[in-house]
C-alpha cells in the first residue's frame, strides 16, 4: 500500500524552527516529485514548497527565503525546514505526491497531516 506519513510538527514561538518530515512506504520518494501543502482554520488548502524528482525546488512566495525543502534518499523520506515563522504559518501540513510540481498542480496520495502552531 502506497502511503506517505508527515512528522515533525508542533508548538513554536515566533521566529522559530521546525523541520517536517514526510516519509513513504511501499515506494521511494526519489522518483517523484513531492510536495508540501498546509491548510489553516478556514483557509483554502495552499501550496507551501514542491520538488522534482531531479531536485529542482519551487516555493509559495509567502514562504521564500524561511523554507527549504530537500530529499533524504537514504531515508526515503522529503524534508521541509522552516525557520523564522509567524503567526500565520499556522495551520496542518500535508505532504503528497504532486504532478506539476512548478505550480502545484494535481496533488494525490495525501498523508494525514502535522499541526504546526506558531505562537507566544
Known amino acids: 500500500q502506497l502511503q506517505l506519513v508527515e512528522s515533525g510538527g508542533g508548538l513554536v514561538q515566533p521566529g522559530g524552527s521546525l523541520r517536517l518530515s514526510c516519509a513513504a512506504s511501499?515506494?521511494?520518494?526519489?522518483?517523484?516529485?513531492i510536495g508540501w501543502f498546509r491548510q489553516a482554520p478556514g483557509k483554502e488548502r495552499e501550496g507551501v514548497s514542491c520538488?522534482?524528482?531531479?531536485?529542482?525546488?519551487n516555493y509559495a512566495d509567502s514562504v521564500k527565503g524561511r523554507v527549504t525543502i530537500s530529499r533524504d534518499n537514504v531515508k526515503n523520506t522529503v524534508n521541509l525546514q522552516m525557520n523564522s515563522l509567524k503567526p500565520e504559518d499556522t495551520a496542518v501540513y500535508y505532504c503528497?505526491?504532486?504532478?506539476?510540481?512548478?505550480?502545484?498542480?494535481?496533488?494525490?496520495?495525501w498523508g494525514r497531516g502535522t499541526q504546526v502552531t506558531v505562537s507566544s
Open positions: 511501499g515506494f521511494t520518494l526519489d522518483s517523484y516529485s
Open positions: 503528497a505526491r504532486v504532478l506539476y510540481c512548478s505550480d502545484f498542480r494535481s496533488p494525490f496520495a
Open positions: 520538488i522534482t524528482s531531479g531536485g529542482r525546488a
